[in-house]
């Protein structure tokens, strides 16, 4: 599976829950833009490693809403920090999802330390995540994500991109239109 | 430096006041030496959700989540984070406009008996300048509870972090 498969799970998930979702840098953003643009997606345009914290204080400060981070294994590991952040919390109402395709995807698919040795899933568990589970197909994707609504999901993924093009929204938008709904 | 403390407030206590005063219901922290009575009190009050980050830039990714959750966010740091968070200010606060009370513990100034903390003290404030992030310095005559406060409603009114820098000599009197 790629990326967009993940995707494409994720958004049916976020439908069915109405949750928060928000979307990593680059061509994640783009994907999850093309796929189905929603005014709970959030598109994290810069401060790449960021997404996860920011799912994280959504998820402490709305602990009535469900919340989604998609992230992907590039980013994780530039804020590593935030897996034992999370694990120190562990909100009910947040799930994160890694989608480890060993590569950075936006930049030309160069490889990164998941392709090598470092196992994320395991990294997840030893910064003290209760909840982590790890699935490589569509189908486990879709499963765990029926019956899980908080914790870490690490999806194996190969890499590669879609052509989905640039979001047209400013910043401003993106944020008007999540905050109608986030911040209530 | 002597700024007039709110009444008998410590340096700590008067700072407390401030984020009191500014509603402030979300904080993140990195620990300083001079922060830890005002960190106490933070993880003490039940209005305030504190949690603790393993980094600066972390940080500011959190705290944009809390206040895109409708919180008012601050966080307690010391200047040096300020360097690895310059990214996420720009590309993540700027970018959205996203507002941010920095309390900060300026180190490597006056006083300073650590020379590793040299460079970043000098650089703090020119960092910010080139930023056009505002900050606040105590001042004599100047209420360090009214200074934070202030500092909150110009992060709340134009939409940007601003910081408030707190340096050596301030928590002498703790």
Known sequence: MKR????????????????????????????????????????????????????????????????????????????????????????????????????????????????????????????????????????????TLSSVDNGIIVVKAEPGNTDAPVIGMSPETIIKRFMDISAL | MSPSLSGDLTPSESIFKGIKDAEIDFIVSVPCANLGKLINMVEEDPDILHLPVTREEEGVGVCAGAYMGGKRPAMLMQNSGLGNSINALASLNMLYKIPLLMVISHRGVLGEPIVAQVPMGELTTKLFDTMDIPYFIPEKDTDPADMVSKAWELASEKKMPVAVLLPIQFWRKQ
């Open chain 1, 4 to 143: 967009i498969d993940a995707i494409n799970e994720i958004v049916s998930k976020t439908k069915a829950t109405d949750a928060l979702l928000v979307a990593n840098i680059g061509i994640p953003c783009k994907e999850l833009h093309h796929v189905c643009d929603m005014p709970n997606n959030f598109y994290m345009l810069g401060s790449m490693g960021l997404a996860s914290s920011i799912g994280l204080g959504l998820a402490l400060s709305r602990p009535d809403k469900k919340v989604i981070t998609i992230d992907g294994d590039g980013s994780v590991l530039m804020n590593m920090g935030t897996l034992a952040t999370i694990a120190s919390v562990q909100p009910e109402n947040y799930l994160l999802v890694i989608v480890d395709n060993r590569a950075y995807g936006s930049t030309g698919n160069q490889p990164t330390a998941t392709s090598k040795n470092t196992d994320l899933a395991e990294v997840a568990k030893g910064a003290g995540n209760n909840e982590v589970y790890e699935v490589d197909t569509s189908e486990t994707l879709r499963e």
